[in-house]
C-alpha cells in the first residue's frame, strides 16, 4: 500500500516527507494507522549517525494508533483496536523469559537493524529497498507493520493521540525511578536534565513520595517545569557544580540519581552529590557512541555506591504502560503538560524547537 513517511537520508540532514510502498502484515504482524508519534532524542541520534543505523530509514519509536489489519496467526488484536506501539523484543530468548524484554538477547538488530530480523525491509521507494521496523516500527509515517507482541492494546477512553510518548521516553524516565532506583516514600533523588526523560522522572518521584526532588537543567523553562511538577529544588548546572549544589541542599548527598543526560561530566558530578549507598542509573544517549565515564573506586567502595545501565527504563512495555495511563487518569502523572503537537509535515521543525528547547515533547500528528 501506498503510505505517507518522513525519511531519513543523509546524517544530520533534514527529513523529507515522502510516498513510500509498505508492505502487507505478515502472519504475526498488525498494520497500524499512526494516530501519532513522539520525537525522541534517540531519532535524532540515529539521524546524526551517533548510533550506527543504516540510512536511508524511516525513524520514529513512540507511535500509538489504530490497528487496521492483522495477520492470519494474530489473536487478542483486532481491527479498530488502539494500540501503543512498545520496542521490539523476540519474546522468546531467556531474558525476554524472564520478564526483561528491554534486555532481549536480540535488542540490537530489532531495534537499531532498520530490518526484520531475517533482513528484509517493509519500506520500499522506486529505486529499492528504505530501512524500516526501526525499534520495530518506523512510526514518522501515516502507517507501520509492527510484530503483534511488540504493540499494547489501551482503552478508548484516553487520547491515543497523546499516548505514543508512554511506549519509549517517559516510560524510561518513570520505569528507572521505580524499578531499578527503586525510590521510596521520604527518600531524595536527583534527575540530570529535564527533558521529558527527566521529567517523567520527575512526577514518577513526587507519585511515591520522595521528601526532596532536585532537578538540575541549565534551562529556566525546563526547571520551571519541573517545579510545578514536583521537583522540591531546582538548580542550573551553569552556576556552580551541581555536587556542591546538591550538597548545600543535602549535605550527606542524595538517595538516587537519574541522569538523563548523557553528558559525561553531567554523570561524573551527579556520582559524587550520591550519599551512602546511593545509586545512580544512566539512561540518556551520550553524543559519541564510545563515551566513557571516570568515577572514584575509592568513593564507590567505601560508600557502597551503585552504578546502573539502564535500557528502556528496566521495565515490560505490557506492565509499566497500563499503570502510568492508571497514574495519569488519578492525575498523578500529567505527562501531557510536556506535550506540544505538530503536524508530521513540520517535522524538522519539530526537530528544531525541541532541540532549542522551545517545547519539551513534541508529538507529530498525521
Known amino acids: 500500500m501506498k503510505i505517507t513517511a518522513a525519511v531519513a537520508r543523509e546524517p544530520a540532514g533534514a527529513l523529507s516527507i515522502e510516498t513510500l510502498e509498505l508492505d502487507a502484515p505478515r502472519p504475526d504482524e498488525v498494520l497500524v494507522r499512526i494516530v501519532a508519534t513522539g520525537l525522541c532524542h534517540t531519532d535524532i541520534a540515529v539521524r ?129 525511578v521505580l524499578s531499578t532506583l527503586a525510590l521510596r516514600a521520604g527518600q531524595s533523588i536527583l534527575v540530570s536534565a529535564g527533558g521529558p526523560v527527566g521529567l517523567a522522572g520527575v512526577m514518577a518521584a513526587k507519585s511515591v513520595g520522595a521528601a526532596t526532588i532536585i532537578l538540575a537543567d541549565p534551562l529556566a523553562s525546563r526547571r520551571a517545569m519541573a517545579a510545578e ?69 575509592i568513593q564507590m567502595m567505601s560508600t557502597g555506591l551503585s552504578v546502573h545501565g539502564v535500557t528502556e527504563g528496566d521495565v515490560d512495555p505490557r506492565d509499566i504502560i497500563p499503570r502510568l495511563i492508571e497514574m495519569y487518569q488519578a492525575g498523578t502523572f500529567p505527562f501531557d503538560r510536556l506535550i506540544t503537537t505538530y503536524p508530521i509535515a513540520d517535522i524538522n521543525l519539530a526537530i528544531s524547537d525541541q532541540h532549542a528547547g522551545r517545547c519539551i515533547k513534541a508529538v507529530l500528528l498525521q
Not at 479498530?80 to 532481549?104: K, Q, T, W
Not at 510484530?147 to 528507572?176: F, R, W, Y
Not at 549535605?251 to 561524573?268: F, M, Q, Y
Open 48 to 176: 546524526d549517525q551517533h548510533i550506527p543505523t543504516p540510512l536511508p530509514l524511516v525513524l520514529g519509536h513512540e507511535g500509538a494508533g489504530v490497528i487496521a489489519a492483522v495477520g492470519s496467526q494474530v489473536t487478542g488484536l483486532a481491527p479498530g483496536d488502539h494500540v501503543i506501539l512498545g520496542f521490539a523484543a523476540c519474546r522468546e530468548c531467556s531474558p525476554c523469559l524472564g520478564g526483561e524484554p528491554n534486555y532481549c538477547a536480540h535488542f540490537m538488530p530489532l531495534n537499531f537493524g532498520g530490518a526484520r530480523m531475517d533482513g528484509s525491509k517493509a519500506l520500499h521507494d522506486a529505486h529499492g529497498d528504505i530501512g524500516s521496523h526501526f525499534f520495530g516500527q518506523s512510526s514518522f509515517a501515516s502507517h507501520a507493520v509492527v510484530q503483534a507482541h511488540n504493540v499494547i492494546k489501551v482503552s478508548k477512553d484516553v487520547p491515543i493521540e497523546l499516548l505514543g510518548p508512554l511506549g519509549c521516553g517517559l516510560m524510561t524516565g518513570a520505569g528507572t
Open 229 to 297: 511538577l514536583g521537583a522540591t529544588h531546582v538548580i542550573d548546572p551553569g552556576r556552580a557544580p551541581v555536587d556542591e549544589q546538591v550538597r548545600a541542599i543535602l549535605p550527606g548527598g542524595v538517595d538516587r540519581v537519574l541522569d538523563s543526560s548523557g553528558i559525561v561530566p553531567a554523570i561524573e558530578a551527579a556520582a559524587r552529590a550520591l550519599a551512602s549507598r546511593g545509586r545512580l542509573a544512566m539512561v540518556g544517549v551520550p553524543k559519541s557512541f564510545d563515551a566513557t565515564v571516570s568515577l572514584s573506586i
